[in-house]
Nanobody
Framework: QVQLVESGGGLVQPGDSLRLSCAAS????????MGWYRQAPGKERELVAA???????NYADSVKGRFTIARDNAKNTIYLQMDNLKPEDTAVYYC?????????????WGQGTQVTVSS
């Protein structure tokens, strides 16, 4: 099992910044991808940003140029730096890890952290 613990959400004003953190523990061997998803009320969960074990990254079009995903392999932690936040970024943000085990890929999720952008 993989445990994911998120931190860093909160209430901010438009244009502000926040940084989310997600620390992985447990059976972390085999994790090949970690990322952030978000879910706003009444909407589907969507990918925000992800990074692979080879440090490649991908972002949702809506956050390109504003959000940056980074990883610290020594700490088994990923970060999401969110700049120039907009009200439409309001959502619960979930950390995700994908782990390969015996040829199958498994998804693990954090508990979620609320990000609210409002004036």
């Amino acid at each position: 099992q993989v445990q994911l613990v998120e931190s860093g959400g909160g209430l901010v004003q438009p244009g502000d910044s926040l940084r989310l953190s997600c620390a992985a523990s447990g059976s972390i061997f085999g994790i090949y991808n970690m990322g952030w998803y978000r879910q706003a009320p009444g909407k589907e969960r969507e990918l925000v940003a992800a990074t692979t074990s080879s440090a490649s990254t991908n972002y949702a079009d809506s956050v390109k140029g504003r959000f940056t995903i980074a990883r610290d392999n020594a700490k088994n932690t990923i970060y999401l730096q969110m700049d120039n936040l907009k009200p439409e970024d309001t959502a619960v943000y979930y950390c995700n890890a994908k782990r390969m085990n015996f040829g199958r890929s498994y998804d693990y999720w954090g508990q979620g952290t609320q990000v609210t952008v409002s004036s």
